[in-house]
């Protein structure tokens, strides 16, 4: 991959479906693979497959990009292979026998050793050596005669036409068009493995919140679902669907009080009080390392002094939380709008890899965050989603409670999201400037909440 700005090209690998042919264009005497140039920050799957049926007129189904480049090239690589009738290759396109290709047949030498990777990565000079599922050559094939299988039942079969938003060894995300609506396949490996059993778990328990699945197959960590009618959270600009999903969310975590247990067992992490305040010190001690390793300002450096004092805050808040006696709720740490489906009336959650048992207003918090960055001109929009989620609460805990703790969550939501990821614990992930740079940000963000927490109002739910 090379990037350009708001860009980034990918080499193609375009393996036939038998594996004994690729796809390669020709410039004078050389061969290189098929360049495609996508959007840096939308789903790379998505956008090859797109780019690789309009501009070279090949679908393609994406397999992986390769773990790692060849070496320390600028390029990297979308591993794919032929998907339909293979017709006639566009004048400056053409399928070539893999082994009448030598090192000599690219200028670029990365070129082969990427080639000779890939087929060992896919299974096609290995065929007995791979064990993730979604990189071998042929995985779909199995994947449609499941999903056939499964819809059937339904009195539905699969249209031709699907769209892939996710492919890597282990990890799946395709829409299959259907005779009626739509069906999405999902499947997660590691660091995720667990949303698989957290959403057959929450599926049965709360069907109203969820997507209706199919069937599953546990051999993939996998599982089929319908489409949920309506659109992402994240394309509303009516406040009114917005407020549909803080009162669902409220509903959600109101029904899920009495199955915690169950929701934990699945999988879901546990972040209430005495799990965050046990978390305090080594996360505020990593934050004194990473704020002195920060070279730019701005942002502002957190002095040793301010993270003294921001943990003080921290200390507080939490303490002050768990005197309210909020119950443990189902809880989501990445409730962002992409992940709710809306339409009138109703709400589906999505993704729950970042599922917890705790505090259930953290959650909310990031809702409203989302909300203030969709409606930055609206200041009636906090108090609006404010009481509509706080409404569903109204019947578990008294008003003041209600208030204090939407309050105190204003500080503590942050600290929560933060040291509910295990990015900052591993020492190795502290050097990715992104990461640092992020948990950084986090951290200011913390301090910004508990300045101005002592001077904020009620948020007036009456």
């Not at 599982?223 to 949920?228: C, D, G, K, P, R």
């Not at 939407?406 to 999201?417: I, M, Q, T």
Request: hydrophobic share 40%; with cysteine; glycine share 6%.
């Amino acid at each position: 991959m090379t990037e350009q700005g708001d860009h980034a090209t990918y080499r193609v690998i375009a393996f036939g479906s038998d594996g004994t042919e690729i796809l390669l264009t020709r410039s004078q005497s050389s061969l290189h693979f098929p360049e495609v140039t996508i959007p840096r920050w939308e789903r790379v799957a998505d956008n090859v497959r797109s780019v690789m049926n309009r501009d070279c007129g090949e679908p393609v189904l994406c397999l992986f990009e390769p773990e790692s480049p060849p070496c320390a090239g600028a390029f990297r690589y979308m591993v794919t292979r032929h998907w339909g009738a293979c017709g006639a290759p566009l004048p400056h396109l053409k399928w070539v026998r893999i082994s009448d290709l030598s090192e000599n047949s690219f200028p670029d030498p990365d070129c082969y050793r990427a080639l000779q990777d890939s087929l060992a990565q896919c299974g096609v000079s290995t065929p007995h050596a791979v064990s993730a599922p979604f990189a071998r050559l042929n995985w779909s094939e199995e994947l449609c005669g499941w999903v056939s299988a499964a819809i059937a039942t339904r009195g539905l079969y699969l249209a031709g036409d699907f769209r892939q938003l996710n492919a890597s060894p282990t990890f799946s995300l395709i829409r299959f068009g259907t005779n009626g609506p739509a069906v999405w396949f999902k499947a997660v490996g590691e660091p995720n493995q667990h949303e698989f059993r957290i959403t057959l778990k929450l599926t049965e328990l709360f069907p109203k919140f969820l997507p209706a699945i199919i069937s599953e197959q546990p051999q993939w960590n996998g599982w089929l679902s319908i489409e949920v009618k309506g659109s992402e959270l994240s394309e509303a600009r009516q406040v009114e669907l917005w407020e549909t999903a803080a009162t669902a969310l409220g509903e959600l975590q109101t029904e899920s009080l009495e199955r915690v247990a169950d929701i934990s067992k699945a999988g879901a992490r546990s972040l209430t009080s005495d799990e965050l305040m046990a978390l305090k010190r080594p996360f505020f001690d990593v934050m004194g390392y990473l704020m002195k390793q920060q070279t730019k300002v701005p942002p502002a450096v957190l002095t040793d002094q301010k993270l003294v004092e921001l943990e003080e805050h921290v200390y507080d808040g939490l303490t002050r939380m768990h005197q309210l006696g909020i119950p443990a709720a189902l809880g989501h740490l990445d409730p962002n709008p992409g992940n709710m489906i809306v339409s009138s009336g109703s709400c589906a959650f999505l993704d729950w890899a970042e599922a917890y048992v705790g505090n259930p207003f953290y959650t909310f918090q990031y809702l409203l965050e989302h909300a203030r960055r969709a409606f930055p001109d609206d200041s009636e929009v906090r108090g609006r989603l404010t009481r509509a989620y706080a409404h569903r609460w109204k019947g578990f805990l008294p008003p003041s409670t209600l208030d204090e703790g939407l309050r105190l969550s204003s500080l503590l939501a942050p600290f929560a999201f933060a040291v509910g990821s295990p990015a900052w614990r591993n020492k190795e992930n502290l050097k990715d400037c992104a990461i640092a740079g992020y948990l950084r940000s986090l951290t200011r963000r913390m301090s910004r909440e508990a300045s101005e927490l002592s001077g904020r109002s009620s948020l007036c739910l009456a």
